[in-house]
């Protein structure tokens, strides 16, 4: 009796404290269960004052403030500045143990203009209209200018490690700020991947990729501006680039004809036949629209396909679908560099069956694309001493260049390109003499029956990475930056009510560094009598001089000290380039499907930092794991070295086919259990299942008479031994269904990594893919929407004009993924912000709900893949198989970009 009532004592305590908490937070709740508890500050200063807003969100409002676009803070006059929010989770342990939703604290940090009483709009979701005065406390003014610099660079941060939108206007806004009060510019890291330098990778560097664009911005805002006279030398080419071995020649290699005139510092992609490139163009187009918006979190139409194929008066008709298998032999798409939005040379190369009716066909097409641009003209240039037609418009829409060479018909853009193949028709460094295309073609002959070849030259990696090169990529990018720059400064200095007139304005108001436009070329944005905007070297945005047309013989000292560490970069991330081929064939396994067969092969790799992940690779293995019945995905790799050891060791995991309870949750998807309760998977080893065992940091029981054993403490796994297999699961089932199915089977061909995603149309994982490719889609699409609000918070943009200005600012336009269009919609309180029309009416501001009636298109047609990596002497090469179901593969086709856009 006295253990008893001990008992209840002790258990009588443990449950006060809960009590006491749910007693205060009653307490404090009142009616803030219904409506938000608001607390405001707003503290006077110069040249601006700056405000707190704290709101307790009622237990009501599942909404995330970061992700929900009808969360805000503004004012009906206009005077509320670049608002950052802040939202507390402390409350969360307190949800978890008293099984309550109690209100969470989120914080709204903001500048204003003046001193009189400020009039404020909060929504969280739900609209409430509170007036304040403003007072006089340096010593608050300071703390809560610190809070919101601290609130404004986390959405910096999460803006760019998250890809909620274009990073571009927060680059800018923050690097103002960070000038404005001598704060350090905050230093960004990818989140998947370390960046070693600021402004992205090697590689992101390399193709100009968007975070590279806004390190140039950042840079030009913070001060970095170059010398107005560039009176350097170039520097010497920094940038490794690995050459091939000659080849041992054991016979001819089969190398097309249309190869011997492309110059070797060309990319080159070539198609055979004009029906495979159709074909080719289709496949890509539906491989973009379909998995890109899954793994890239923008859906931005930059037009380079419809762009270019205009500048080169190349259309295509239903007529040229029918007549060009007949006239053209052969085709292939080349270029200097991949930078198409910032004025490639590129070009696409026919070899023609009939050369008559394929000149006359090209003739036409110029003609008729003449009458159809303002100010067109047709005339005959000299280049190297041969005629060329240049069809041009002043505008730059049309530049497009025809030569030809016997019955090789070349349409580009880029003067230096028709030289360059006009060289390479006489034999001058072909690309069918390149060591490096000699010894892809002996792995790839031309005469095998691929729908397209990629090849991407030691030549044109040397070509692209040279100083000349980088440092006019560098110019433009400065330039563009520049103007995008000046063009924010102006509507951040009209909310402000600052001059804002000229750039010296701009520069007494620190929206921009005085020198923001000093250009070391002497480049200029200036105006023509339609009101467009051209720069005067390059001429329009979005048609610029191709690079190869215009580049530097000289260079400033930073121009120098900027190439240097791009140098660097890549030689640390990268060690060396290397060339890189890419071979796509299809055929036919099964009536309907198609089976597409995707070579991707490096040669070099030992010069490059993908060594040190090849060297763990083991010996081509003969022999790999039998499928697995019921696997949905699997995969397989041979190491050595393991523990000291020199054997062979293969590691393997699989996903089964099972129920996955997800559920939607405070705007994203998520497992609505843990992954040890909600996935079914497995991996193991062969042989050796000690060094398995030894690697793992989980103590084990001992192993029972049937092989089974269970992990000790943290983590509840399930250990099984069968022969010399090791498996491990978080359920023991599972180690039964697969124990019972491990064998070694011979290897179609030796390899050192397999993997395999099957068909998931009806399996479980059909509604789990589903419902991911839903969610990361809306976010693709709530991606557009989001910048355009940005636009209307951070900087007034009137919001029927938001929509326009984003386009301009990314140069192209926002496309929702999931078909709709972009349209201002009232939210619940009555705010108009931008959103897509395709989101379910639940879901336009935040993600509620996976519709019952989505189809991820790739279902359709996927049907499943399989792939394996191969190391071989001094290449990797990665093979994949792709099956696809024809009938409903066919459909309308998003065109693709050309290659590096």
């Not at 066909?361 to 240049?390: D, F, H, P, W």
């Not at 295309?437 to 691929?450: K, L």
């Amino acid at each position: 009796m006295q253990l008893r009532a001990f008992n209840q004592f002790a258990a009588s305590w443990q449950i006060l404290p809960k009590l006491l908490l749910v007693l205060f937070a009653i307490a404090g709740l009142g009616d803030a269960r219904c409506q938000a508890d608001i607390e405001v500050e707003l503290f006077s200063g110069q040249p601006l004052g700056i405000g707190r807003v704290k709101v307790d969100l009622p237990s009501v409002a599942d909404g995330a403030p970061a992700v929900d676009q009808s969360f805000t803070i503004t004012d009906p006059a206009g005077r509320v500045l670049y608002p950052a929010q802040e939202k507390k989770r402390a409350r969360k342990v307190l949800n978890n143990l008293l099984g309550l939703k109690l209100p969470e604290k989120l914080t709204y940090y903001f500048w204003f203009t003046g001193d009189t009483p400020l009039e404020l709009d909060i929504y969280a979701p739900h609209h409430v209209r509170v007036t304040a005065q403003p007072r006089f406390d340096q010593r608050e003014y300071q703390k809560t200018l610190e809070d919101w610099w601290k609130q404004y660079i986390a959405m910096y941060t999460k803006v760019y490690q998250e890809a909620e939108y274009p990073i571009g206007v927060q680059t800018y806004l923050t690097a103002m700020w960070s000038a404005r009060l001598s704060q350090p510019m905050p230093k960004l890291e990818g989140f998947l991947i370390r960046e070693h330098e600021q402004g992205g990778t090697a590689t992101g560097k390399l193709i100009a990729d968007e975070a590279y664009r806004a390190s140039v911005l950042r840079d030009l805002m913070l001060g970095a501006a170059d010398d107005p006279s560039a009176t350097q030398p170039l520097p010497e080419h920094a940038v490794p680039v690995a050459t091939a071995a000659p080849p041992a020649l054991g016979g001819e290699i089969a190398i097309e004809p249309i190869a011997s005139y492309v110059p070797e510092e060309c990319f080159y992609i070539r198609f055979g036949t004009f029906t495979n490139y159709l074909w080719f163009r289709d496949f890509i187009g539906r491989w973009r629209g379909d998995l890109g918006n899954m793994l890239i979190q923008r859906s931005i139409r930059r037009s380079s396909t419809d762009a270019i194929s205009k500048r080169l008066a190349l259309k295509e008709s239903k007529v040229a679908e029918i007549l060009g298998p007949q006239v053209i032999e052969d085709i292939a798409i080349v270029g200097l560099d991949p930078y198409f939005a910032d004025g490639a040379a590129v070009g696409v190369l026919f070899q023609a069956k009939n050369s008559f009716l394929l000149g006359t066909s090209l003739s036409q097409q110029r003609s008729a694309a003449a009458k159809e641009v303002s100010g067109a003209t047709n005339e005959q240039v000299t280049i190297a001493g041969q005629k060329v037609s240049l069809l041009s418009s002043p505008d730059g829409s049309l530049r497009s260049y025809y030569v030809t060479a016997d019955n090789y018909h070349f349409v580009c853009s880029s003067a230096a390109l028709v030289e360059r193949f006009l060289a390479a028709a006489k034999g001058e460094r072909p690309l069918a003499a390149a060591t490096d295309f000699q010894v892809a073609r002996m792995r790839y002959p031309a005469s095998d029956d691929n729908r397209a070849f990629v090849h991407v030259s030691s030549a044109f990696l040397t070509n692209l990475t040279s100083p000349a090169y980088r440092i006019e990529l560098d110019r433009r990018l400065r330039s563009l930056q520049a103007e995008r720059a000046t063009r924010l400064a102006y509507l951040a200095a009209e909310q402000e009510g600052l001059p804002h007139e000229t750039i010296d304005d701009l520069a007494a108001g620190a929206f921009v560094p005085r020198d923001i436009g000093q250009r070391a070329d002497g480049a200029q944005w200036l105006t023509d009598n339609q009101g467009r905007t051209y720069e005067s070297v390059r001429g329009y945005r979005g048609n610029w001089l191709p690079m190869a047309d215009n580049l530097p013989t000289t260079c400033t000292a930073g121009e120098r000290a900027r190439y240097e560490q791009f140098a660097a970069q890549v030689t640390s991330e990268v060690a060396s380039l290397v060339p890189l081929s890419v071979a796509v064939a299809g055929s036919e396994p099964a009536p309907g499907v198609e089976r597409i067969a995707i070579d991707v092969h490096l040669q070099r790799y030992s010069v490059s930092n993908l060594a040190s992940f090849a060297k763990k690779l083991g010996d081509p293995s003969p022999a790999r794991l039998a499928p697995i019945a019921g696997d949905v995905a699997a995969a397989e790799v041979v190491l050595t070295g393991m523990m000291g050891s020199n054997e062979p060791l293969h590691l393997f995991a699989g996903l089964r086919d099972g129920p996955v309870p997800l559920v939607v949750e405070r705007g994203s998807l998520e497992l609505a259990t843990s992954i040890m309760d909600g996935i079914e998977g497995y991996i193991g080893s062969y042989p050796k299942p000690q060094f398995l065992e030894r690697m793992l940091p989980v103590r084990m029981s001992p192993y029972d008479s049937q092989g089974y054993s269970r992990g000790v403490g943290l983590f509840d796994l399930w250990f099984r031994r069968t022969d010399d297999f090791l498996l491990i699961s978080f359920k023991q089932n599972v180690l039964f269904e697969v124990g019972n199915q491990l064998a070694m089977v011979p290897a179609e061909r030796p390899a050192q990594a397999w993997v395999m995603l099957r068909d998931l149309v009806g399996t479980k994982y059909e509604q789990v893919v589903t419902s991911y490719a839903y969610a990361r889609t809306r976010d693709t699409s709530a991606s557009g929407s989001r910048f355009m609000n940005s636009l209307l918070e951070q900087l007034h943009v009137a919001p029927p004009a938001a929509h326009e200005l984003a386009n301009e600012l990314v140069g192209g336009e926002f496309i929702c993924p999931l078909g709709g269009e972009y349209q201002l919609m009232a939210t619940p309180a009555g705010r108009e912000v931008w959103a897509s029309t395709a989101a379910a009416p639940n879901n336009l501001f935040l993600l509620t709900e996976i519709p019952p009636g989505y189809q991820f298109p790739l279902l359709t047609w996927f049907r499943g893949m399989t792939a394996e990596l191969l190391r071989d002497e001094d290449t990797l090469t990665l093979s994949m198989l792709v099956d696809i179901s024809k009938a409903d593969f066919a459909g309308e086709i998003v065109p693709p970009p050309p290659p590096g856009n």
